[in-house]
């Protein structure tokens, strides 16, 4: 089962940059697609970006971090990075990443990822 940990999470102003690390130590990481969502207290896990297994070129993005953020993996070392640019307010929440087991047309849902990390926590305030 693979097991994944996010970290990189810290307090940042509206304009800073933070990079955040999905990371594991199973060596068959780059056969899933991995995708980062966010949830803040109250509300539904939402999807933010995603990149698709055996890849490092098709991306995808939810259209409130399109051109801010970039999310890339490095095979070798078994960690998907979810790079945050011009962090804005409406970006605080806690950050999760997963594998994504369903087609690859369900990049986007939730519902189709497994094996949740624990989170890391990104606070934006002026």
């Known amino acids: 089962q693979v097991r994944l940990e996010e970290s990189g999470g810290r307090s940042v102003q509206p304009g800073d940059s933070l990079r955040l690390s999905c990371a594991t130590s199973e060596r068959t990481y780059y056969r899933y697609t991995v995708g980062w969502f966010r949830q803040v207290p109250g509300k539904d896990r939402d999807f933010v970006a995603a990149?698709?297994?055996?890849?490092?070129?098709?991306?995808y993005y939810a259209d409130s971090v399109k051109g801010r953020f970039t999310i890339s993996r490095d095979n070798s070392a078994n960690i998907v990075y979810l790079q945050m640019n011009n962090v804005k307010p409406e970006d605080a929440a806690i950050y999760y990443c997963?594998?994504?087991?369903?087609?690859?047309?369900?990049?986007?849902?939730?519902?189709?990822?497994?094996?949740w990390g624990q989170g890391t926590q990104v606070t934006v305030s002026s």
């Open positions: 997963a594998v994504n087991t369903g087609p690859v047309s369900t990049y986007y849902d939730a519902q189709y990822y497994r094996n």
């Open positions: 990149v698709k297994r055996d890849s490092n070129s098709v991306l």
